[in-house]
C-alpha cells in the first residue's frame, strides 16, 4: 500500500507540478495571481481536441501544435494585456482583475466552441506502463517524466544561462534591472512564453488522463497556486517540491479518512501555510 | 367632409373592438408552465435532455384540441438552489404559472417549498425523494427499486461482499446509504463504503483502499462524468470489470470514457416509441430524467382536460388536477409503466443491463 501511495503522490504531484512551476515562473518576473494561466491549461487541452477529435489530424501533429499555440497565446496575453496595463503603473490588483475578466471571456468562448460537456481526447490508445507492484496508464507516467524534465529544464535555463541570469535580476529588482540596460518587457515576454509552454503541456496531459471541461483550467490552477505557495513560489524547487507535498498530504488524508476529505485536507494545509509561512517551505536564499 | 372621415373612424375603431372581444371570448385559457433547468455547466446534458422531451411533449399537445392553451417558459438555474428559487417565484408571481418544474437534488426542493406555499403544482424527477410537498408529482425511481435490482443481479452472481462509492450529493448517498443497510440483512457483507466530493478526478487510492478488502462487486453510485472517470481508473489499476452502477451509466449519453464490456449498471425503462421519436428529432439518446418529466406534466395536462372547473371558475383548481392525476393509479407512457402513489411519487420501473459491444443489454431473468 506504502508504493501505491508513494506512485499515487507522484502521479497528483507531478500534475500539480507542472502547473505550480509555470505559475512561479511566470510570478518571478510579473508577481501578481494571473488567473489566465488557467484559461492556457484549458486552451492546451481543447487545442488537441480540436485539431485531433474535430479536424482529424494525428496526435504528433495536434499534440506540439496545440502546445506551442499555448505558448503563443501566453505571449500575447503578456505583450496585449498586461504590459500595456503594467506600462501605466497598473497595480498587482488592477492585473489580477483583468486576468479574472479575461479568464470569464476564455471559459465562456470554450463553452460556446465545445459545449458545457466532458469530453475526452482521441488518437491514442490506452496503454499501461508496468511498475513491478503496480502499472500505471502511459500518460500518467509521462506526466511524472515530464514534471521532472521541465524542473531540470527550468533550472538549467535559470542558473546557467545569461537569459536565466536576466530573469533573476528582473525578479530581484524590476527597476534596477530596467536601469542597467535589461528589457523587462522583453524578459517577462519570454517568460510567458515559456510559462505558456508548460502550461499548454500540463492541459493536454491532464485532458489525457482525466478528459477535458470548461472549467478544468481554474481547478487545476488552483492547487498549482497552492502547492507554489506551501513550497515557495520565490524558488523553482519550492513549487516543485510543493506539489508533492499537497499531493502527498491529500493522499494520506484519503487513505486515512474518506475521498471527500481530500480538498479539505489541502485547504487546511494552506490556510496554515498562509498564516504561519507564507514564504512558504523553501525560501529564496537573500545576497 | 371632416364629419364624414370622424365617423368612419369611429365606426372602424368601434368595429375593431368587437372584434377583439370576439376573440378574447373564443381564446382558451392559457395554463402556463414554467420549467427551471441546469441549461449550463457540467450537468447540463440533463437540462438540455429535459427541455428537449418537455418541448416535444407541448408540440404534441398544440397539435390536440383541447379546452386549454399551455404554454411553456425555461429558465436556467445551473443547478443552484438560490437561482432555482429565483425562477420560481418569477413563475409563480410573474408569469402565473399553474405548474412549476425542476429536476432533482438540491433543486426541487426549494422549487417544491415555493409552489407548495402559493398551491401551485410542483413537478420533478428526483431520486428516492422523501418530502412529499401536497402539491408535489416526483416522477423518479426509489431507493427500494434500484436496490432490489442490483440485488437481484448480485445474489444471481453469488457476490457475498460488495464495496460502495459515491458521491456525496443527496441522492447518492440517501441510496448508498440505504443499500449500506438492507445488504447486510440480505447475507450480502458491506466491506468498504466511502464518499467522494462531486467533481472528483482522481480514485486512484480510493480503488487501492477497495482493492484491499477484495469485495466481489464494487457497487458505485455518482453523476457523469465521475462515474466514467472512476470506471476507467478502476479498469487501468485493476483491469477487472466487477462494477455495478446504481444509476447514471446505462441512463445518459454523456460518456467521458466509455464504459468496461460486461459492467453492470440499473436502467430507468423508457418506451421504445419515445426512445425512437426523441432520436428521430433530436439524434441523440434519451437523457435521464427527460421520459420522466414528460411523463409527469403528460399527467398533468391530462388531468387538466379531464377535470371540471369549479362554478365561476375558468380553470379547474391544481389541488382537483393533482387528485385527478393520484386517481389514475398508473400510468404508461414514455417511462414505461408507471406506478402512482396517493404521496405524489410515481414509480418508474427498472431492470440491470451490461455493457456490451458499445449497447446496454438487458441481463436475461
Not at chain 1, 540596460?181 to 503541456?201: C, Q
Not at chain 2, 435532455?49 to 384540441?65: C, I
Not at chain 2, 472528483?200 to 464494487?218: A, C, G, V, W
Not at chain 2, 414514455?334 to 451490461?354: C, H, T, W, Y
Request: aromatic letters at 10%; charged letters at 20%.
Amino acid at each position: 500500500m506504502l508504493f501505491v501511495l508513494l506512485i499515487n503522490v507522484l502521479i497528483v504531484g507531478a500534475g500539480y507540478g507542472l502547473i505550480a512551476m509555470a505559475f512561479a515562473l511566470m510570478c518571478s518576473v510579473s508577481p501578481f495571481f494571473n488567473l489566465t494561466l488557467g484559461s492556457i491549461i484549458a486552451f492546451g487541452a481543447y487545442g488537441v481536441y480540436a485539431l485531433t477529435n474535430l479536424a482529424g489530424l494525428p496526435v504528433e501533429v495536434s499534440i506540439p501544435t496545440s502546445i506551442v499555440l499555448c505558448a503563443v497565446i501566453s505571449a500575447l496575453l503578456e505583450r496585449f494585456v498586461y504590459t500595456p496595463f503594467r506600462l501605466k503603473g497598473a497595480s498587482s490588483m488592477v492585473l489580477l482583475v483583468a486576468s479574472l475578466g479575461l479568464y470569464t471571456i476564455f471559459e465562456s468562448l470554450i463553452h460556446l466552441a465545445f459545449g458545457p460537456q466532458y469530453q475526452i481526447l482521441g488518437g491514442v490508445t490506452a496503454q499501461n506502463v508496468d511498475l513491478g507492484v503496480t502499472s500505471i496508464p502511459k500518460v500518467q507516467f509521462i506526466t511524472i517524466v515530464a514534471d521532472f524534465v521541465v524542473f531540470g529544464l527550468v533550472n538549467v535555463v535559470l542558473f546557467h544561462t545569461f537569459f536565466g541570469k536576466t530573469v533573476r535580476a528582473v525578479n530581484d529588482s524590476a527597476k534596477l534591472s530596467n536601469i542597467t540596460g535589461l528589457n523587462n518587457n522583453k524578459i517577462i515576454l519570454i517568460v510567458s512564453l515559456l510559462a505558456g509552454f508548460v502550461l499548454g503541456l500540463s492541459g493536454v496531459l491532464t485532458g489525457y488522463d482525466t478528459g477535458l471541461e470548461p472549467t478544468m483550467g481554474f481547478n487545476l490552477l488552483f492547487k498549482g497556486i497552492i502547492s507554489a505557495i506551501i513550497g515557495g513560489a520565490g524558488t523553482m524547487a519550492g513549487p516543485f517540491l510543493g506539489a508533492f507535498f499537497l499531493a502527498a498530504a491529500e493522499n494520506i488524508g484519503v487513505m486515512m479518512l474518506a475521498s471527500e476529505w481530500r480538498d479539505l485536507v489541502a485547504f487546511v494545509i494552506f490556510i496554515l501555510f498562509l498564516m504561519f509561512r507564507p514564504q512558504g517551505i523553501f525560501v529564496k536564499k537573500e545576497k | 367632409m371632416k364629419k364624414l372621415i370622424l365617423s368612419l373612424c369611429v365606426v372602424l375603431a368601434f368595429g375593431a373592438c368587437k372584434e377583439e372581444n370576439k376573440q378574447q371570448a373564443q381564446e382558451k385559457p392559457v395554463i402556463k408552465i414554467g420549467a427551471t433547468l441546469p441549461l449550463t455547466g457540467n450537468l447540463s446534458y440533463i437540462g438540455i435532455g429535459s427541455k428537449n422531451a418537455l418541448d416535444m411533449l407541448m408540440e404534441k399537445w398544440a397539435n390536440t384540441d383541447t379546452k386549454y392553451k399551455y404554454e411553456i417558459v425555461y429558465e436556467n438555474d445551473m443547478l443552484k438552489p438560490q437561482q432555482a428559487a429565483i425562477n420560481t417565484h418569477k413563475f409563480i408571481d410573474v408569469d402565473k404559472s399553474k405548474i412549476v418544474v425542476s429536476v432533482f437534488g438540491v433543486v426541487d426542493r426549494p422549487v417544491d417549498d415555493i409552489a407548495n406555499q402559493k398551491k401551485v403544482i410542483s413537478l420533478s424527477c428526483s431520486h428516492g425523494k422523501d418530502t412529499f410537498p401536497e402539491y408535489g408529482l416526483n416522477v423518479g425511481s426509489q431507493n427500494e427499486e434500484v436496490y432490489n435490482a442490483a440485488l437481484k443481479e448480485l445474489k444471481k452472481r453469488n457476490a457475498k461482499t460488495v464495496a460502495l462509492l459515491g458521491s456525496n450529493g443527496a441522492v447518492c448517498d440517501a441510496l448508498l446509504g440505504y443499500a449500506a443497510e438492507q445488504f447486510p440483512k440480505e447475507g450480502i457483507e458491506v466491506v468498504f463504503d466511502e464518499r467522494y466530493n462531486i467533481g472528483l478526478t482522481d480514485y486512484r487510492l480510493s480503488i487501492q483502499k477497495m482493492e484491499q478488502k477484495s469485495p466481489d462487486y464494487y457497487v458505485i453510485f455518482g453523476v457523469e462524468p465521475m462515474n466514467s472517470v472512476f470506471t476507467k481508473q478502476y479498469y487501468e489499476i485493476t483491469g477487472k470489470n466487477n462494477l455495478l452502477s446504481l444509476g447514471s451509466f446505462a441512463n445518459i449519453s454523456l460518456k467521458v470514457f466509455p464504459p468496461i464490456e460486461g459492467v453492470l449498471s440499473v436502467y430507468m425503462l423508457r418506451s421504445p416509441e419515445f426512445e425512437k421519436e426523441y432520436f428521430e428529432k433530436y439524434h441523440e439518446r434519451v437523457e435521464t430524467c427527460s421520459s420522466h418529466l414528460y411523463d409527469g406534466l403528460d399527467m398533468i395536462i391530462k388531468a387538466y382536460e379531464n377535470t371540471a372547473p369549479k362554478a365561476g371558475e375558468k380553470v379547474p383548481s391544481n389541488a382537483d388536477v393533482l387528485q385527478k392525476v393520484k386517481s389514475l393509479k398508473v400510468w404508461n407512457g414514455a417511462s414505461g409503466l408507471m406506478k402512482i402513489e396517493q404521496n405524489g411519487i410515481v414509480r418508474p420501473s427498472v431492470d440491470m443491463r451490461f455493457y456490451h459491444d458499445g449497447q446496454w443489454v438487458k441481463v436475461e431473468e
